[in-house]
């Protein structure tokens, strides 16, 4: 009788959940909105005409954005300068000192003008319903939110379950358009461990800022998602919030950020970033570029980044090497690579350890390929957790405990080039939308190759071998392991679990 009493009260407290607080089953969805045409004046009008005074209107310019602080930097002088319109796309949006930094240059610059577009995932939205209604009220600022949860509080788990074949569709792109003129793109989200800020860990990461004939493309891009059905205006999350509330959200999060310690490293105010982009004029390496992305639909995107990304792999030679968080090769990548080693092509990948996975489901999926994988002739590569790099990823005064990689990234014949947001995963196959920009150059290629040199070199990576027995060692400036390199115990004890569960469809 107690048992019954107790899945009684269970099904009470979840029917509640689910009663709390909820999107409203119809509303008005706004009149579709579109970019607005590139500057004529301002700093970012001036960078783009200068480098196409430099090198003609048919290229485009990139800049790598390899080390966590500059991508950081780039992000507030592109918010900091826009004089007419910032379009910001992201997966991730945190509640901490970045997140929260960021979306205060973005106010700022709406305060002064600039119209602000923002997409953002539902993952992590919760608990910022009222904040994100609030600052659609601004005059300036409409923030869309995509496919998200009807239940805004407790409930929320409950429909996740329920509703799982719908909302298992997440945005992964991430971008960042500043006066329709330039860009950032690649793999960081608006979080602290993307710019070397945690204390926890901080990740390498690898973006691309682009000016000249790829911004075109890219807007169009976030125009399509912009306007797709499951982009929902952020007032109806939270429909009693209005522009009175600006003023407290705004006041609340400036105290937050100026009681944080990090407000001695990064200014709260916008800067005069003049010198950077007269430095960038002739940093900017020419190029041509494509951007490929799968288009949004009600259902499964479309997976036209994984046609893309196979088109992009058929034109190697010599050489691939990757940069992939979270790999879990499937069907697509063996055929890939099985093409690869037909053609002579030496391909070689480097992903998470166990030490330095932030996401330890998805390492076991990826652990049951590693022989496969070198028995296809691929080179594998782990991160270390304790690299030689760690000092570098984090941004002084900062120290991390650990690192961990998050890039999406190759390099073919060390002159193609992808920067995107697409992991090697049956989610990213399937499930997410993603994006990528290619990039056709033998400079910006040596740039990014040489990078992954310095990632897969010994003291930063763990390379893995089968001995004669067709076991796995794992090998490193420091020797070699015959056992999986883990930070705890626990680590160990997580990846066992869950190996218990048929998920990898998922991750």
């Known amino acids: 009788m107690r048992a019954t009493a107790f899945i009684l009260l269970i099904l009470s407290v979840a029917v509640a959940a689910t009663g709390c607080r909820a999107i409203p089953r119809e509303f008005d969805h706004p009149e579709p909105g579109f970019a607005l045409a590139p500057a004529t004046d ?48 992201t997966y991730l949006w945190a509640a901490d000192f970045s997140g929260r930094l960021l979306v205060a240059r973005m106010q700022q610059a709406a305060n002064r003008g600039v119209r602000v577009r923002v997409l953002v995932d539902d993952f992590l939205t919760r608990r910022r319903d009222r904040e994100i209604a609030a600052l659609y ?27 799982l074949r719908e909302l298992n569709h997440r945005l992964h792109n991430k971008v960042l358009i500043a006066d329709n003129r330039v860009v950032i793109s690649g793999g960081r989200n608006l979080a602290d461990a993307y710019w070397g800020l945690s204390e926890d860990y901080n990740f390498f990461d690898l973006d691309l800022l682009a000016v000249g004939p790829v911004v075109p493309p890219t807007s169009g891009m976030f125009d399509r998602y912009w306007n797709s059905p499951q982009a929902v205006p952020g007032h109806v999350l939270y429909g009693r919030a209005s522009a009175d509330d600006i003023p407290n959200v705004t006041g609340s999060r400036r105290r937050w950020l100026e009681a ?8 709260l105010d916008p800067e005069d970033w003049t010198e950077r982009f007269d430095d960038a004029v002739t940093a900017l390496v020419p190029g041509d570029a494509e951007v490929i992305y799968d288009k949004p639909g009600e259902g499964a995107p ?116 992808f920067i995107g947001s697409f992991n090697f995963s049956p989610r990213s196959r399937n499930l997410n939308t ?17 990078v992954m040199d310095r990632v897969m070199a010994p003291e930063n990576a763990w390379q893995l071998r089968l001995d004669q027995n067709n076991r796995l060692a794992w090998e490193s400036a420091d020797g070699t392991l015959t056992r999986q390199p883990a930070q705890s115990f626990w680590r160990r004890v997580q990846n066992g679990i869950f190996g218990l569960f048929p998920v990898e469809q998922h991750l």
């Open 434 to 450: 993603e994006m990528g920009i290619l990039v056709h150059s033998e400079v910006f290629g040596a740039q990014v190759a040489a």
């Open 137 to 163: 009220a601004h005059p300036n600022i409409e923030i869309r939110i995509w496919n998200p949860g009807r239940q805004r509080r407790l409930g929320r788990n409950v429909e996740y379950l329920v509703r």
């Open 260 to 267: 944080s310690p990090l407000s001695a490293l990064v200014p």
């Open 42 to 89: 301002g700093p970012l009008a001036e960078l783009s005409k200068a480098f196409a005074a430099r090198v003609g209107d048919a290229q485009s310019g990139f800049l790598l954005l390899e080390k966590n602080d500059e991508s950081l930097w780039w992000r507030l002088a592109l918010i900091d300068s826009a004089e007419r319109s910032l379009d910001v796309m």
């Open 302 to 417: 479309s997976q036209d980044a994984l046609v893309g990304l196979q088109r992009f792999f058929r034109r190697a030679e010599h050489e691939v090497l990757v940069a992939n968080a979270y790999l879990v090769p499937g069907e697509p990548f063996f055929a890939e690579a099985a093409l690869l080693e037909e053609r002579g092509v030496d391909m070689a990948i480097i992903t998470n350890s166990l030490g330095s996975t932030n996401q330890t489901i998805v390492h076991h999926a990826y652990a049951r390929a590693r022989v496969p994988m070198l028995e296809a002739g691929v080179r594998v590569f782990e991160m270390r957790y304790d690299g030689a790099m760690h000092a570098q990823l984090d941004t002084p005064p900062v120290v991390s405990d650990w690192i961990g990689l998050h890039a999406k990234a190759a390099v073919l014949d060390r002159k193609h080039v």
